[in-house]
């Protein structure tokens, strides 16, 4: 029965003879190549979570704020840290702050600064700016220190306030101000003897708990700008402190009362209504997922900051690239079909596509240690690039074998990749070269991209040629131009 069916259809033996022994020699190229994924894996699918969303390559170092923000980051050391605004709608501060530290682990050497953190931080800052030891005050002048402190930066955010304060203080004692305005004062005031300024600043202390009214007087407290300009250029807290002391003994003040005051004016800041703000300080190299994770597990906050701003972007942008790579494999594989209208040939393309793929970014894994930065932008442009570049390289490959085939060449395989393999060599040369003019650029941003295009070409070469006559060396020929003969 063979033999009649081979004198009727010769030509069907002749275009697929039997192939040699080359099984064994497939198996061990395709276990080292699966070996090599194997490895690269892992690193490839976390090569995403490190790709940098920063406006920064966009930058030119001869803009006169990229330069200030180099002195800033280096002899500052402000540019490690970056701040992240969380806002939490809750009815408590406990509340607030146990929906914070529930999924703070979701962000890498994060720290939470509250409120008192932020007043303690100032005190120190200021502090050390008057040469002042906190362990040699005494615990009551510490603590107005504290909350001297926050009350000049309450004054100046509400500057209002301040005019209110003097119009009463020393408007009221000549009649240039209705008395009915603020009644506290004037029962303060007549309970004090001395003379009349010194009457009015010592009520005016004792209503508002305003010690910065002691440096005003009659003839200077209606010019506004003045006493702007006073609040934001004072540091004399020394002196301050000393007429607190003073006026303290005189008036028989409670302490605690003052400081009791400035705390509810200055943590104001923080809390509006159900309203609470908290800050984090988190690397300046935070993974926007990580961000972006952070955030949508909160369940009633907000989250603001340059960070945060960049995390959003990334995160929409991705979802925008994703629909770009899918839209570009069934453009893809829509072409294949119209060009080789054969299954498992182009199933073999598909695999070496995606083999070049999982390279493309083992290997950027690997320049980040280095120390290569991937800029979000450099991230997007290896899928098509490698995906088309290999098709581009697979098709050759394959097309080649057939024209063999159809010879009726018993090695045809081998002669398609001796044939082939200048040409898709010379391709790959090509392009690598041209690609890696970028990296000889001055723009950050074109240097960046060009180190990735390098990458994608040289990742889309090499599978396009191994891995594909790997695979071919395991698949009878009979099975490649299925449905087409």
Request: proline share 4%; aromatic share 14%.
């Amino acid at each position: 029965m063979v033999t009649i069916v081979k004198l009727v259809f010769p030509q069907y033996f002749l275009l697929y003879p039997k192939p040699r022994n080359n099984v064994k020699k497939g198996i061990v190229l395709l276990v080292l190549w699966l070996l090599l994924i194997t490895v690269l894996l892992p690193y490839a699918i976390e090569t995403p979570s490190l790709l940098t969303y920063s406006d920064s390559p966009f930058l030119s170092s001869s803009i006169q704020s990229v330069r200030a923000d180099r002195i800033v980051t280096n002899y500052f050391h402000t540019g490690n840290i970056d701040n992240l605004y969380v806002i939490v709608n809750s009815s408590s501060y406990n509340q607030a702050l146990q929906e914070i530290y529930s999924n703070l682990y979701l962000l890498n050497n994060a720290t939470v600064i509250t409120p008192t953190e932020y007043i303690n931080t100032l005190k120190a800052e200021y502090l050390e700016y008057l040469g002042l030891n906190e362990t040699k005050l005494p615990s009551i002048v510490s603590q107005f220190y504290n909350n001297l402190t926050r009350l000049k930066l309450y004054l100046i955010s509400n500057f209002q306030y301040f005019e209110y304060q003097l119009n009463t203080t020393f408007g009221l004692p000549l009649h240039n101000f209705s008395s009915n305005i603020c009644p506290v004062y004037k029962e303060n005031f007549e309970k004090l003897n001395g003379t009349i300024l010194d009457k009015a600043r010592y009520a005016g202390y004792l209503t508002f708990k305003d010690p910065f009214l002691f440096y005003f007087g009659f003839n200077n407290y209606t010019n506004y700008t003045l006493a702007l300009n006073f609040l934001i250029r004072f540091n004399n807290y020394t002196n301050l402190i000393d007429k607190i002391l003073k006026a303290g003994n005189i008036t028989s003040i409670n302490d605690n009362d003052i400081i009791y005051n400035i705390n509810t004016s200055f943590n104001s800041s923080f809390h509006k209504g159900s309203l609470w703000l908290f800050i984090i300080e988190v690397p300046s190299n935070e993974s926007l997922i990580n961000i972006n994770q952070f955030t949508e597990n909160l369940k009633n906050a907000y989250v603001i900051g340059h960070l945060a701003y960049y995390a959003q972007s990334s995160y929409y942008t991705q979802s925008n690239v994703e629909i770009i790579d899918m839209t570009t494999i069934i453009l893809v594989m829509i072409l294949l079909i119209l060009l080789v209208r054969s299954i498992v040939p182009i199933l073999i393309l598909v695999f070496s596509a995606g083999t070049s793929l999982l390279l493309a970014y083992g290997l950027m894994y690997m320049e980040t240690l280095l120390g290569y930065k991937i800029y979000y932008i450099s991230g997007l442009v290896v899928p098509p690039i490698v995906f088309g570049l290999n098709i581009d390289y697979g098709i050759l490959f394959v097309y080649r074998y057939f024209e063999e085939i159809s010879r009726n060449n018993q090695d045809a395989l081998l002669y398609a990749l001796k044939n082939s393999m200048k040409g898709i060599l010379l391709s790959g040369i090509s392009i690598t070269v041209g690609f890696s003019s970028f990296i000889l650029s001055p723009s950050t941003l074109l240097q960046n991209i060009g180190i990735a295009l390098v990458t994608s070409s040289i990742s889309a070469l090499i599978p396009a040629v191994f891995f594909t006559y790997a695979l071919l060396l395991l698949i009878p020929q009979r099975y490649l131009s299925f449905p087409r003969r």
